[in-house]
C-alpha cells in the first residue's frame, strides 16, 4: 500500500493513468460537439448570416473540467483510496486477551467477541498459543495458554458479570504471572480498582494493545423518594457533548403483564457526568414499579430494582366522632397525620369505600362500634393481609367491645372502664414506658424520659396476654397488644391517638413504633447494625445484561454482607427478602461513582480514535457516475437538443432523482374545522346517496333558517360530513338520514363516532320510513340501522316520555312530526330512579343530553326548503298539513335548543326555589 | 386499358384522399353561413331587387303589371344583379409547404389545401365559378369543379424546393387567391402580381407559416437544409442567429404588402398552429370586398 498523507492506495499503479489526463483535454478541446441536421424551409432566409463568435465550435471549458474531473475520479477510485489505512504487523509470542467482563461490557457484548473472535482467527493463522481471560472470572492461577482454535469455540460460553472484578484476587493474579506475551486488552471503558495493576504486569511482559468501544458508558443510581417525586440520577463514565436518555420506570400494569409504566427523557448537560431528574407518579403506579432502567441500554449498571423503600404505604385513618371546628389539636387523628403524612399516603373516607381502596394499614381511632357489614369486611380485609391499628379513647372505654368475649378485630378483652393515674381525683404519679422486651418489634427504641401516660383502657388478663403484649406500663399493665388474624394483624394501643390520655403522640417514640409496625415506611436502607444477624434470600437477580431472572435456590446471605453493598461472584445483585421487608441490591449504590479507563498514551487504542478506516472508492465512483449524468444534460442543452417539452421533462426527472421524496400529505381539515367552528353549523351524514343527501342538506338549510328567524340560534349553512374523513367534533349535531344502500363505516370511523357521541355530541337517526313501518318493525332502512348503530355506544333507550326536555326546551310539544308523523321517537332512557318531586311538573331526568334521537318520521323533508326559500316537498293536506309542518319545524328548534343549552330548562324546575331562596 | 386490378387501386386511392380532404373542406365552410350577398344593384337574377317607375324606353313586357294596377303609375319590377364571378386559387405545391414544426401542426401544404378547397366550396355555393391556376383546371362551377378540384389537391407533392405562382389563364377582371409560404425567391411573386395588376385581377395572397419559422427555437450546432435538399447552411450556434433571421422574415413580410397594396390585393399571414377559421374568413372577407 501506497500512502500520501490520511489516504492509502491498494492499486497506486492505476494513478498513473492520470498522466493521461492532459492529452484527454486536448483531444476533447479540439471536437466540437455534433451538429444537428434539420430541414427548414426558412433556410432561404438564413443564407449568407455568419456565426458571431467562433470559440464556440470548442466545447466549453466548464463541460471539458467536468468530463476530466470524472474520469479523474474514476482513475482514482479504481486506484483503491483507503481514509486512515490501518497497518498490521503480523505479530509473534503468545497472546492474551484480557476481556474486562464487566456490567460495562454487557452493551455490546456480540461486538466485543466479534473482535475477539477476529483476533483469535489471526492469531490461529500466525500460530500463535492464545489465552482468554475474564477479569471477572480469574483462572485459579497463570495463563491458560491453548490453540486459538480452542478458544474460538469457547468464546460462545462467556459472559459478562454484573460486578467489578475483586481487585484482592486481581492484583494477587496479576503477581503471579511470569513469562512474555503480547496482550488484548477488550476494556469496557470503566476504570476499577485494581486495573494499574495488571496493566502494570501486562505492559512488562510484552506489549499492550487496547480495544475500547466508543459507546458512552450509562449508569443509574438507585432511585430516591423525594418531596413527592421519584429522584432518578443517571451517571456516564465520559463527560463530553450533551446526549438525551431516556429512563423508564418499569413494573406489572393491573394485568400483571410487566410492562414500561412511565417514560421520563433527560438530558446529560455538556461536561456532566451526571444528571438528576425527577418523576411524579400517583402512588398507585409508584407503587408498582419494580425497576428503573434508561431505556436502550443493556446493561446491569443502567439497571435499579426498586424494593420497599420506594413504596409508600397507604394508611386509612378513621376517627371515631366527628371533629370540632377549632380544635384541631385535640382531633384524634391529627399526630397521625402529623406523623404519617412525610412517609405514607393518607386516605379519607368511609369505611366501607376505604376497603375497596385496599390500604396497607387502617387506622381507627376511638372507633368503637361497628355495623356487622363492616366489622365482616374489615375482618376480611385483615385475614388477607391488612394491618388495623385501633386507639384507644372515651368512646372504646365507654363502649362493651370485646368485654365479655374477645372480638375478632381487638386482640384482647377489655375491663370496663379504663383507668386513670396520677390525676386531680386518683392516686399514684402517671406512669412511664417499661423498656421493651426482646420479643417486641419495638425492641431497642430508645424511651425518652418524658412519655407519660395518664389514662389507658385495662386488658383483661387473660391466658395469651403476655405473648399479645408488645409493649407495657413501668407496673406491667400492657400498653400496645397485637394478635394475628389470618394474614395480617390487629394491633391496638391502649391510649388515645391524641395527648389526651398520654404524651405518647408528642414523643418521637410514637413515629419509630409506627415505622416498626410498618404502618409508615422506613427510612431507604437499614443500618449494618440492624442487618445484623439477619439472613435474607434472593428473589430474583440481575444479570449482566440487566435482565431479572429468578433467583432460583441461591444460599441465604448474611445481613451484613448485604450491608456491604458490593455485588460478588456470591452475592449477586437482585432483589433480596429478609424478614419483613426486601432489600434491592443495585450494581450501582447511592454512592457509587463510575470513571472512565484512562491508558498512557503508549498504548494505542483501538475503537476509541476518531479515525477509522474508510474505503473510498464507493464514494468517488458514486462522484464520477454523477459527474457523467451532469455531463450528459449539459452536452444535451448545449447542443440545444434539451428545449421545448423535452426539457421541462428533463427537468423534472432531474429533479425527482436528486431531491428525497417528501411529499406528506398535508392535512386539508384546517378548512373545514375554521368553517365549522366560527359559528354554529348544523351537519347531516352523507349517505352516498345524492337525492337524500340534497333533501337533508335542504332539510337543515330550512331549519336553520327557521332557528335564524325566531331564536338567538345563527346558524351558518349547513355542512355535509364524511365519516371516513371528516373530524365530528366540531359539530354540536349530526343529522343522519338512514337509508338501505348505506355502507357501513369503517372502524376508524366509528372510533370517531364513539368519541363524538360519548364527548356531548348528539345524532339524529332518521329511518324516513314511518308511513309504512313502525319503529325497528323491519323496513329495509330499520333493519341497516340496526346494523349501523351495533358497534355504536348507544345507551339505553325508551321512547321520548311525556315529561322529556325535548318536549320544552322551546315550545311546548308533545308530538315530533316530520313529514310523517309517527309517535315512536327513542331518546336516552331516564335513570330508572328518577323520581317526580312533590308539586314538580317534571321528573328531574338525567344530566346532559341524549346522544342519540331515533326516528322515522322524514324530517329533513318537512324542512326542505328550495334556493327560492319555498317548501320542496307537500306535508300532508291543506291546513292541517301546514300545520303539522310547522309543528317538525318546532320540534327541530327544540332539538337544536336541546343540544345547545342541555338540560337548562329541565333546571327551570327549580327557578320558584332559587327564587324562594334568594328572597324575591 | 389498364389493368383492372390496378385501376381498382388507384381509385381506391383516390377516393382514400378525396373525401376527407373534402369533408374537411366543407366543414370548415360550414362554418360560414352566407347570408344573401348579391350585387345589390339592379341586374340580371333571379332575386326581386326594387320596383322602380317605368320611364321612357322600358319595354312593356318588363312592366309588372300587378303591382302597376295597384296605382296609377306603371312600375317596372327589377332583379338583383347576380353575375358569377371567376376565382382563380393558386396553391403552393413546392416541398417547402411540406413542413411541419410540431407534429401536433398539420403541414403548411396541408392547411392550404383545405383553406383553398374551404373557400371553393363557399364561392361555389355562392354560385361563383372556381378553378385552380397553372393546373389547366379553368374557373367552372358547380359540386363537379370541387371534387376536380379535391382531386388536383391530392396529388402528389411538387419537387421543387419553393413555389412560383402561375398567373396564367388568368381571365381579365377576375379574382386570384395565391395560398403560399413565399418563402423562396419573390421575383416570380412580383411579377405574377404585377401581371395580375395589369389585367385587373384582384385577390389575396395568405402566407402560411409554421409556428416553427414564426419562432426560430433552435440551438446549438446546427445543419438547416432546405425541404428539398437544394439549400443548406451549417451554423454553430443557432440561437445567435435567431434576431437577424426574425429580422429577415419581418421583411419579406413587410416587402409582401407592400407588393399587394400597390397591386390592390389583399394580404395576411396565417399560422399552422392556429385554426384556420379565422384565415377561411378573413379570405372570404378579403374577395367579397374587392366585388
Known amino acids: ?920 | 386499358m389498364s389493368d383492372p386490378a390496378t385501376l381498382r387501386a388507384r381509385a381506391e386511392g383516390l377516393a382514400e384522399a378525396l373525401p376527407p380532404l373534402l369533408a374537411d373542406a366543407e366543414h370548415l365552410a360550414q362554418a360560414v353561413i352566407l347570408g344573401e350577398h348579391g350585387r345589390r344593384r339592379a341586374g340580371l337574377g333571379d332575386e326581386f331587387w326594387q320596383y322602380r317607375p317605368a320611364h321612357a324606353g322600358d319595354e312593356a313586357r318588363m312592366i309588372d303589371w300587378r303591382r302597376s294596377a295597384r296605382s296609377d303609375a306603371h312600375f317596372v319590377r327589377e332583379k338583383e344583379w347576380q353575375a358569377a364571378q371567376s376565382v382563380l386559387i393558386w396553391v403552393d405545391d413546392s416541398a417547402s409547404m411540406g413542413f411541419s414544426g410540431d407534429k401536433t401542426h398539420p403541414t403548411k401544404a396541408e392547411r392550404a389545401r383545405v383553406l383553398a378547397l374551404a373557400v371553393a366550396v363557399l364561392l361555389t355555393r355562392g354560385g361563383e365559378r372556381v378553378g385552380l391556376s397553372g393546373t389547366g383546371l379553368p374557373p367552372r362551377r358547380g359540386p363537379l369543379q370541387l371534387l376536380r378540384m379535391a382531386e388536383v389537391l391530392s396529388g402528389a407533392q411538387g419537387t421543387a424546393d419553393y413555389g412560383a405562382p402561375d398567373a396564367r389563364g388568368m381571365a381579365p377582371h377576375s379574382r386570384a387567391v395565391f395560398l403560399s409560404d413565399f418563402l423562396g425567391d419573390l421575383a416570380p411573386v412580383e411579377k405574377a402580381l404585377t401581371e395580375a395588376a395589369d389585367r385587373d385581377i384582384k385577390g389575396a395572397l395568405v402566407q402560411v407559416l409554421d409556428p416553427a419559422e414564426e419562432a426560430f427555437p433552435y440551438d446549438g450546432r446546427t445543419i438547416f437544409e432546405s425541404m428539398g435538399g437544394s439549400l443548406r447552411h451549417e451554423t454553430l450556434k443557432a440561437g445567435d442567429l435567431r434576431g437577424r433571421y426574425l429580422a429577415r422574415l419581418a421583411e419579406r413580410k413587410a416587402r409582401l404588402a407592400d407588393l399587394a397594396r400597390a397591386t390592390g390585393w389583399h394580404y395576411s399571414t396565417h399560422h399552422t398552429g392556429e385554426g384556420a377559421q379565422g384565415a377561411l374568413l378573413w379570405l372570404y372577407r378579403a374577395l367579397e370586398r374587392v366585388r
Not at chain 1, 355530541?761 to 314511518?770: E, K, P, Q, S, V
Not at chain 1, 328531574?844 to 328550495?866: F, R, S
Open chain 1, 1 to 920: 500500500m501506497w500512502t500520501v498523507g490520511a489516504i492509502g492506495f491498494t492499486a497506486p499503479a492505476l494513478l498513473w493513468a492520470l498522466v493521461a489526463l492532459p492529452a484527454l483535454w486536448l483531444l476533447l478541446r479540439a471536437v466540437p460537439p455534433a451538429p444537428i441536421r434539420r430541414r427548414f424551409p426558412g433556410v432561404a432566409l438564413l443564407l449568407g448570416l455568419t456565426d458571431d463568435e467562433t470559440q464556440t465550435d470548442k466545447t466549453p471549458w466548464w463541460l471539458l473540467l467536468l468530463r476530466m474531473l470524472a474520469v479523474a475520479a474514476l482513475i482514482v477510485g479504481f486506484a483503491g483510496p483507503v481514509l486512515n489505512p490501518e497497518d498490521r504487523q503480523p505479530g509473534t509470542g503468545p497472546l492474551l486477551v484480557f476481556i474486562d467482563g464487566t456490567w460495562a461490557d454487557a452493551r455490546d457484548w456480540p461486538r466485543r467477541i466479534d473482535r475477539v473472535e477476529a483476533l483469535l482467527e489471526e492469531a490461529g493463522r500466525d500460530g500463535r498459543p492464545v489465552a482468554v481471560v475474564m477479569a471477572t472470572d480469574l483462572p485459579e492461577a497463570g495463563l491458560p495458554f491453548q490453540a486459538a482454535e480452542a478458544w474460538a469455540s469457547r468464546l460462545a460460553g462467556l459472559k459478562p458479570q454484573p460486578w467489578l472484578p475483586d481487585p484482592q484476587a486481581l492484583g494477587d493474579w496479576a503477581r503471579g504471572l511470569d513469562g512474555g506475551f503480547d496482550t488484548f486488552w477488550m476494556s469496557g471503558g470503566l476504570d476499577y480498582e485494581g486495573r494499574d495493576d495488571v496493566l502494570a504486569a501486562f505492559s512488562a511482559a510484552g506489549t499492550v494493545r487496547v480495544f475500547e468501544s466508543p459507546r458512552p458508558v450509562l449508569a443509574l443510581r438507585p432511585a430516591a423518594f423525594e418531596d413527592g417525586a421519584i429522584r432518578l440520577t443517571a451517571l456516564r463514565a465520559r463527560a463530553g457533548e450533551a446526549s438525551e436518555v431516556t429512563l423508564a420506570a418499569t413494573g406489572r400494569d393491573p394485568a400483571g403483564i410487566e410492562r414500561v409504566l412511565a417514560r421520563v427523557p433527560a438530558t446529560f448537560e455538556p461536561g456532566e457526568t451526571s444528571l438528576e431528574t425527577d418523576l411524579v407518579l400517583p402512588p398507585e403506579l409508584r407503587n408498582r414499579i419494580s425497576r428503573f432502567s434508561v431505556e436502550g441500554v443493556r446493561s446491569a449498571g443502567a439497571v435499579t430494582l426498586t424494593d420497599d423503600s420506594l413504596k409508600r404505604r397507604e394508611v386509612a385513618l378513621i376517627a371515631g366522632r366527628d371533629n370540632r371546628e377549632g380544635l384541631q389539636l385535640l382531633s384524634p387523628l391529627f399526630y397521625l397525620q402529623k406523623a404519617l403524612e412525610p412517609t405514607a399516603d393518607l386516605l379519607d373516607g368511609t369505611l366501607s369505600d376505604i376497603i375497596l381502596a385496599s390500604p396497607d394499614v387502617i387506622v381507627l381511632a376511638d372507633v368503637a362500634t361497628l355495623s356487622a357489614a363492616e366489622a365482616a369486611e374489615l375482618q376480611d380485609w385483615v385475614e388477607k393481609g391488612g394491618l388495623l391499628v385501633r386507639f384507644a379513647g372515651p368512646r372504646l372505654a365507654a363502649s362493651d367491645v370485646s368485654r365479655d368475649a374477645e372480638d375478632p378485630l381487638m386482640p384482647v378483652r377489655l375491663r370496663a372502664g379504663g383507668r386513670t393515674v396520677g390525676g386531680a381525683m386518683s392516686w399514684g404519679e402517671p406512669k412511664e414506658l417499661r423498656p421493651f422486651a426482646e420479643t417486641s418489634p419495638f425492641f431497642g427504641l430508645d424511651l425518652p424520659p418524658d412519655v407519660r401516660v395518664n389514662a389507658q383502657v385495662m386488658a383483661q388478663p387473660d391466658p395469651q396476654l403476655a405473648e399479645r403484649s408488645i409493649a407495657a406500663l413501668t407496673d406491667g399493665t400492657p400498653l400496645v397488644t397485637r394478635k394475628k388474624l389470618g394474614e395480617g394483624q390487629v394491633v391496638l394501643f391502649h391510649v388515645t391517638a391524641n395527648a389526651e390520655w398520654s404524651t405518647l403522640p408528642l414523643s418521637g417514640l410514637f413515629v419509630q413504633m409506627l415505622e416498626r409496625l410498618a404502618v409508615s415506611t422506613r427510612p431507604a436502607r437499614p443500618e449494618a447494625a440492624e442487618l445484623q444477624g439477619t439472613t435474607w434470600v434472593a428473589e430474583t437477580v440481575l444479570d449482566a445484561f440487566g435482565e431479572v431472572g429468578d433467583a432460583g435456590t441461591l444460599p441465604g446471605v448474611p445481613g451484613e454482607k448485604l450491608a456491604d453493598a458490593r455485588p460478588a461472584p456470591d452475592l449477586p445483585p437482585g432483589l433480596y427478602a429478609g424478614e419483613d421487608r426486601r432489600l434491592a441490591l443495585n450494581v450501582i449504590g447511592p454512592d457509587t461513582r463510575i470513571a472512565a479507563t484512562a491508558w498512557p498514551a503508549r498504548i494505542p487504542v483501538e475503537g476509541l480514535a476518531v479515525a477509522r478506516e474508510t474505503l473510498l472508492k464507493g464514494w468517488l465512483l458514486t462522484a464520477a457516475l454523477a459527474l457523467l449524468a451532469a455531463d450528459i444534460l449539459a452536452s444535451l442543452w448545449l447542443s440545444g437538443r434539451l428545449r421545448g417539452q423535452r426539457s421541462g421533462a428533463a427537468a423534472v426527472l432531474v429533479l425527482a432523482l436528486m431531491l428525497p421524496i417528501d411529499a406528506h400529505a398535508q392535512d386539508t381539515d384546517d378548512a373545514l374545522a375554521l368553517k365549522a367552528t366560527s359559528e354554529v353549523v348544523l351537519a347531516h351524514v352523507v349517505t352516498g346517496d345524492a337525492r337524500i343527501d340534497d333533501v337533508a342538506r335542504a332539510g337543515l338549510v330550512g331549519l336553520s333558517e327557521k332557528l335564524f328567524q325566531r331564536t338567538s340560534i345563527e346558524p351558518a349553512a349547513p355542512i355535509a360530513v364524511n365519516l371516513e374523513t371528516d373530524e365530528l367534533s366540531f359539530f354540536p349535531f349530526l343529522y343522519w338520514p338512514v337509508t338501505a344502500s348505506q355502507p357501513q363505516p369503517s372502524p376508524e370511523a366509528y372510533a370517531r363516532l364513539n368519541r363524538y357521541l360519548r364527548t356531548g355530541g348528539m345524532i339524529l337517526f332518521d329511518t324516513r320510513d314511518a308511513d309504512v313501518a313502525r319503529f325497528g318493525g323491519g323496513s329495509p332502512e330499520g333493519r341497516r340501522l340496526q346494523q349501523l348503530a351495533r358497534p355504536l355506544d348507544v345507551p339505553p333507550l325508551e321512547p321520548v316520555p311525556a315529561d322529556h326536555v325535548l318536549t320544552r326546551t322551546f315550545y311546548l310539544l308533545q308530538d315530533f312530526p316530520g313529514r310523517h308523523a309517527s309517535r315512536d321517537i327513542w331518546v336516552e332512557a331516564a335513570p330508572p330512579d328518577a323520581e317526580r318531586a312533590e308539586g314538580m311538573p317534571f321528573r328531574d331526568l338525567n344530566d346532559g343530553v341524549t346522544p342519540v334521537v331515533i326516528g322515522g318520521n322524514d324530517w329533513a323533508a318537512a324542512w326542505a326548503v328550495d334556493a327560492q326559500g319555498a317548501a320542496m316537498f307537500p306535508v300532508g293536506r291543506g291546513y292541517a298539513g301546514e300545520r303539522q309542518r310547522e309543528i317538525a319545524y318546532r320540534f327541530g328548534i327544540n332539538l337544536i335548543m336541546h343540544v345547545l343549552t342541555g338540560n337548562y330548562k329541565s333546571d327551570q324546575v327549580h327557578v320558584p326555589a332559587l327564587l324562594d331562596r334568594l328572597g324575591q
